[in-house]
């Protein structure tokens, strides 16, 4: 494992015992092989090893690396063909459930995949929770936890169990337990869960098994969408309190609820009471309708994620950004709507900035990702603090979540190892050129495939009640 020192940045590091961030003013950072093992305002304290290299982060920022909590990356290659859809329309027309999934080979959900996790690792992305819904065929299964291994970021892979006729819950057990099994040299980095999205049509019993699978397989975390309000009939079997008084809590493993724009003070107590988290994806949430009017209540038990990368922005600080000025935004309404002129700033971008490092760590449980400190994972973002967009900065948190882009991150590295490096990545497996060109010839054929199967939908789908959405334009 290799020795760095990073050297005379301004990192942003965690305070344990105050529980917030303390930026440092050109500090050094060595990392012995996964972990922090110092940091100190003064590098000439630090003892080196032997075989340390040194990198030189004068005029740079450092902070750690951040955390999409949830994502669908087999949908990758859809980029950018649907960026007028709604949620229904996406359903029906090229979700897991419709029948224009199976049209991705196990090669194109491979290289899909991968492209998804490289976009992460380019825009400082060091640990995802992937909710891998691509469950319609065993020939897929597999390509896609692959190229969650291949990606070299820290994964919580969630597969979506979900019995098919011609593929089988118990099969899909199989294949989990088959990876479970699976000695790959980087093992350690993907942990493996289950996606329960499928537990909207269990009764009890059915409930009751599932768990003692969960447990029987020690699979490490739980992850399900739950909407509520109108949306699927709201989503009650899914939604924390149903899991609540099903007894998840007794399996002591981390679960993460994607979106909750609709979660009752009850869903929220119970988030509290379990220590779980809510996935909020701020992109996605606004792009569909969702909002985020009742998941801001709980942002002490949320973090941030994408959701899917075809339509929403795999960059983080963009997402972070979004959702800090949207909250704003509607809390200055409520101020405003009573004719009067905000006195005071609702929600602080130290805040915005723990939800997308520290807050994805709690998320799983972990309180050693998501921080710099010592002893902690070193999973690293060095930040170009002398780019035109950034030059002038004095505060390194409002630096990041307010003014910096992709093109200002310069070295990534996840567990103490190198991922992007001066602006390129530094890959794991394969070659840039190849995976481009493949993912580039995927993207191109299904897009091709599917572009003019977007349905018109009106009146009653999936039991929601549709309504009409007054739009507005730039045509007079
Ligand atoms: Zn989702």
């Not at 993460?256 to 909020?280: M, Q």
């Amino acid at each position: 494992m290799p020795n760095t020192l990073l050297k005379d940045g301004t990192v942003i590091s965690f305070d344990e015992a105050t529980k917030s961030i303390k930026v440092l003013e050109k500090a050094s950072i060595l990392i012995k092989g996964d972990r922090i093992a110092r940091i100190s305002e003064n590098a000439n304290d630090i003892d080196l090893p032997a075989d340390v290299e040194v990198v030189d982060v004068s005029g740079k920022i450092i902070s750690p690396g951040f955390t999409n909590t949830h994502s669908h990356m087999w949908q990758t290659a859809y980029r950018s063909m649907a960026p007028n859809c709604t949620l229904t329309q996406y359903l029906v027309w090229i979700s897991q459930m419709a029948s224009a999934a199976r049209s991705f080979t196990p090669d194109d959900i491979y290289i899909s995949c991968l492209e998804g996790y490289l976009e992460a690792i380019n825009s400082g992305v060091t640990t995802v929770v992937e909710h891998a819904n691509q469950h319609w065929d065993e020939s897929v299964f597999e390509p896609a936890y692959n190229a969650a291994v291949d990606g070299g970021a820290r994964v919580w892979y969630c597969f979506g169990v979900n019995d098919q006729p011609h593929y089988s819950e118990a099969t899909q057990y199989e294949g989990l337990a088959r990876l479970q099994q699976r000695k790959d040299d980087s093992r350690g980095l993907v942990s493996l869960g289950i996606a329960l999205d499928s537990i909207l049509q269990m009764d009890k019993e059915k409930v009751e098994k599932t768990k003692a699978l969960i447990k029987q397989m020690h699979l490490q975390a739980i992850t399900l969408h739950v909407l509520g309000g109108p949306w699927f009939r709201g989503n009650a079997s899914s939604s924390p309190t149903a899991l609540s008084d099903h007894g998840f809590q007794d399996l002591d493993i981390p679960i993460i609820f994607s979106h909750g724009p609709f979660v009752t003070s009850t869903d929220r107590d119970a988030l509290r009471k379990h220590n779980w988290n809510l996935a909020i994806t701020p992109e996605s949430e606004l792009h569909y309708g969702h909002g985020h009017k009742t998941s801001k209540l709980v942002l002490d038990q949320a973090s941030l994620g994408v959701d899917t990368n075809f339509t929403f922005s795999g960059d983080m600080l963009a997402q972070t950004r979004l959702f800090l000025q949207h909250t704003r935004g509607e809390q200055y309404a409520t101020t405003l709507d009573a004719a009067k002129i905000p006195q005071n700033c609702p929600f602080d971008v130290e805040e915005a900035f723990l939800l997308v490092t520290r807050h994805g760590g709690l998320a799983v449980r972990t309180e050693d990702v998501g921080v710099l400190r010592e002893g902690a994972k070193a999973d690293i973002v060095v930040v170009d603090g002398e780019s035109p967009n950034m030059l002038g900065w004095t505060n390194a948190v409002a630096a990041l979540v307010l003014h910096a882009n992709v093109g200002d991150i310069e070295h990534v590295l996840v567990d103490g190892e190198f991922r992007k490096r001066d602006r390129k990545l530094v890959l794991k497996k394969g070659d840039w050129g190849d995976i481009s060109k493949r993912f580039a010839s995927t993207a191109r054929r299904i897009q091709e495939e599917h572009k003019a199967g977007r349905p018109n939908l009106e009146g009653e789908v999936m039991g929601m009640e549709l309504g009409e959405v007054e739009s507005i334009s730039t045509r007079r």
